[in-house]
């Protein structure tokens, strides 16, 4: 009974925070079980473009370090902002939410050159932090019962907390310009005077990835409840 009730749970979650939180996990019991290592995952442009080895460009996003306190707060975030942009602004649209995410880690993989990161996946929790943090400006949220403040405040605050644990902010900033990049494109520049609709999904994507129709009986994670951990609590204002 337990095991089909966590079953039907597992199953509930939307496909594509399913699969890319499925992937970072089963990717993180691998090199803890010594199946492979974390130099056979690793971002590295040589390898790839003269040794063909063309899984880094996948692998760099899936390990996020030992099992630790810094695997399970990234693994926290990304469940939880995935599954709440999924279910959001991108529910009914998974092609596009897909696109997304090949936007944004075409892009990571290019600056990522530039500051020689190996590791991309906390640089891509961030931005799919920012893009919720910016559609969802009038959410109240509480870091750990010490600070109050609104969505749009959580990338920098996050990058705060990650400078006071001793880690390089050059992966948040990464995350937070990718993040910024995205939103301006979809959300800000189609609206603004002269402005027009730059990132279009391929329509092979939406023909592999939409859906005609929809779990009538599907219940989706309320957007408007960022929390569930006292780190990420909030609640809209006038609600």
């Known amino acids: 009974m337990a095991y089909q009730t966590l079953q039907q749970e597992y199953f509930q979650i939307p496909v ?3 699969a890319y939180t499925t992937a970072c996990v089963l990717t993180t019991a691998a090199v803890q079980l010594e199946i492979i290592t974390p130099f056979q995952l690793y971002f590295n442009p040589d390898l790839i473009l003269r040794n063909y080895q063309v899984w880094r460009l996948i692998t ?22 995935c599954r709440m942009l999924e279910e959001g602004s991108f529910r009914g649209r998974t092609a ?11 892009l990571m993989t290019i600056f990522g050159t530039f500051v020689s990161l190996v590791f991309l996946g906390q640089a891509f929790t961030i931005m799919l932090v920012y893009v919720w943090s910016r559609r969802n400006p009038n959410v109240r949220m509480n870091f750990f019962g010490l600070l109050n403040f609104q969505a749009p405040f959580l990338p920098w605050v996050l990058m705060g907390f990650s400078l006071l644990l001793g880690n390089s902010i050059i992966v948040d900033l990464l995350g937070i310009a990718v993040g910024h990049v995205y939103y301006f494109l979809e959300d800000v520049f189609p609206n603004q005077p002269g402005g ?4 279009r999904t391929p329509s092979i994507i939406k023909m592999l990835f939409d859906t005609p129709e929809e779990d009538a009986n599907y219940n989706p994670l309320p957007e408007e409840r960022p929390g569930g951990f006292a780190w990420g609590e909030g609640q809209r204002l006038g609600g």
């Open 60 to 81: 760099n996003f899936l390990f996020f370090g030992p099992v630790g306190f810094n695997f399970l707060f990234n693994m926290i975030f990304l469940y939880r902002y």
């Open 196 to 199: 027009g609709r730059w990132l």
């Open 96 to 106: 596009d939410f897909v696109f997304m995410f090949l936007f944004g880690g075409l």
């Open 16 to 18: 594509v925070t399913r």
